[in-house]
């Protein structure tokens, strides 16, 4: 069995109050995987690359276990490329630079080696590579985790919904999941969500932590107060890569399980924001991440007996 | 021993996106005493009202406990009056209509039988009518909670930075937490705010919950996800009212009580905000209290082994 990745992998130049970079590896399905790999060590990816992309760069993935028999390097063409500016807040962006490049003709292929798919992770790409995935797979995976944003519920609304109906856990944040469904609480937004298809809804909400619905019962999971955040890029994903490494660790999908899932997403995004790009993701320890952990459980435990 | 509460006492006219009501009771201490006497049932009020206040609207008070006897009434003056509306989001609102009248010239007289103070809440006022208080108690309470906004930051950060100087506990939301102390990070805004005097930093975020400061520790309470928010009108002052009342029902200042605390006000503004004004708070049963407080041990429990 295996957990398969799919999303970009990216050059990405970023400059916040902070610093600058050049041209960095980035990418939903490289934040994603490498949170994942902290916890599960058969982790594959499937991405598209130019031939710009340097085998350095897919050492990266090769040091963490992660397998790239799914990344395809086109040759003649470059790389997606992503460059943005935080303001002050970290908490907004302008994107400076968008090109498509390879991403634009991409076509998911699954080696033959990734058919023991059980744990899908749907990185944010169009609906339809997201959907064509899941096609491609001849069994079901057990569990199908999508992430996607609000550019696709502005321009292709009716594939995103027909994606969504796939999935068993979407990821989105508080203000895709009021326009997705129109309703301005939460609580309404998760329930009318739930009923397009998926069993289990995360909304995200930075700095505010995130809320996991599932049929009735709710789950609040805070986030780190942090003093410095460098820099915010790939923490979405990051999230959501910890979380499914998570669950494809334990191999058992209960509402508890994902509680824990998230917390430990949430974890490693508060490692992935304290440096630039994918830096503080490269050389953990179990012991920082059971250290943060630790905080997690500090900050939101309270002993009220009834 | 005692808890006094001081603030505004006044009436209020609101339109929600759900309704509008007439001039009702309302203000800061109103709230906060009602809040408070679910947990402690000697709370006692210091404000001033016109003789448009009628015993009908003392008897709120007095059905629930609440000693009046600091409450004045100026003959031949009217009640401080708002009038507000909120906007479809809840979130943000526009005030119509702010009369002052009695509150103009409020010198909060302390009654001898509320000398017995130990502890004390400083409900949204001038700076300086919330420093006379102080001075007037000839014990210095046990516990002072202040709560404060931005708009005495913009006009007279001098004599606000004097008061929170002299008290236990402040309250104000993130963005005051942000202007007060010119830092974005909350992390590092609460730092700077625990210098300047208070031993207890509580950032309250709405919708997101509130985190608690104290030295290098963090509490991150979640707020309960609510289908309809039908009149956000004096959540914070229930907020602060029930905290202050279950500590003064415990007795005992120490971290661990100060969570529990947030999680009882945080549970009594969750219902405040069900119906419009002071409704839901008038006639709450230890059962519904009970039931809600289990709500949010199950909303934020997670069980990690590490």
Redesign the interface.
Known sequence: MSLIIIGTVAFDAIETPFGKTDKIVGGAATYASLAASYFYNKAKIVAVVGDDFQQADIDIFTAHGIDTEGLQIKAGEKSFFWSGKYH???NSRDTLVTELNVLENFDPIIPESYQDCEYLMLGNLTPQVQQTVIKRLKNRPKLIVMDTMNFWMDIMMDDLLETIKMVDVLTINDAEARQLSGE?????AAKKILGMGPKYLIIK?G???A?LFHED???????L?????FDPTGAGDTFAGGFIGYLAKVGTINF?NM??AI??GSALASFCVEKFGTEKLLNLTDEEV?GR??EF????A???E?
């Open positions: 002050n807040d970290m301005y609480s939460l609580v309404k909400k700095e505010h932590g809320l019962q709710i789950f609040s999971a805070p986030a107060p942090l003093a410095e955040v508890n509680k824990n917390i430990y059971a952990i630790q459980v500090s900050l939101s309270f002993n009220i009834l």
